[in-house]
């Protein structure tokens, strides 16, 4: 794809500090679904998915999305006339109906963003890169605005995939963790270190 034609995918995601000066004049979903087709679109484009693959939307859901958030987007770029119908695994539909249960009331936006983000997750780094967002905190933000009583437990600020787990796992009667609390577990660092310092092409499963 030319480079001015690519400039126009990143037009709608903007840093941290953009966002601040631009908060009044949109939504933040306006932000994050460039950011997260943006994001998808790398990999399309590299071969790896295709676009409904990458997003976990059907079709009509994924056009709807694309026509609202690139209006002005050929179907070729994401090609379109080649989508499948995504089917997900186990783990990535327990972890769409855990969003969905603590989805924000009369929030239509909610459904299809649990669709991404239990996608997003099924790829090895942090949750916030894969989503294409520009840090950590702009994945709480979302995750607060649309799952707002999921992300409010999340109170020892665990990272999300780990924490997404351990509500899952909460609500099979299993527990997560064998130490007796998480001050004492070995795996204290993977699930509560930092994010911010790791590469996104360093090997880790250490993501959240």
Same mark, same amino acid.
């Given at each position: ?81 080649? /989508? ?9 539909? $327990? @972890?769409? !109906?855990?969003?969905? =249960?603590? %989805? &924000? ?25 894969? /989503? ?9 933000? $979302? @995750?607060? !605005?649309?799952?707002? =009583?999921? %992300? &409010? ?56």
């Amino acid at each position: 794809m030319p480079e001015a034609e690519a400039g126009r995918y990143d037009d709608g995601c903007l840093s941290s500090a953009q966002w601040r000066g631009s908060e009044l004049g949109r939504s933040f979903d306006q932000h994050v679904l460039p950011c997260v087709h943006s994001r998808s679109l790398e990999e399309v484009q590299a071969g790896e998915v295709l676009a409904t693959e990458g997003t976990g939307l059907s079709s009509v859901e994924l056009r709807d999305v694309l026509a609202a958030t690139f209006p002005s987007t050929s179907s070729s770029v994401f090609a379109l006339e080649e /989508l499948s119908e995504p089917e997900p695994e186990l783990e990535e539909e $327990l @972890l769409r !109906r855990l969003l969905l =249960a603590h %989805a &924000a009331p009369a929030d239509p936006a909610s459904a299809r963003l649990a669709k991404i983000i239990a996608r997003r997750a099924m790829r090895m780094d942090h949750l916030w890169r894969d /989503l294409g967002l520009s840090n950590r905190a702009e994945l709480s933000r $979302l @995750l607060a !605005r649309h799952f707002p =009583a999921l %992300a &409010a437990g999340n109170t020892e600020n665990m990272k999300w995939k780990k924490y997404f787990y351990r509500k899952l796992c909460e609500a099979e009667g299993f527990s997560s963790c064998t130490a007796p609390s998480c001050g004492e577990c070995h795996d204290f660092e993977s699930c509560f270190g930092p994010e911010e310092v790791e590469s996104r092409l360093s090997p880790t499963t250490n993501v959240g």
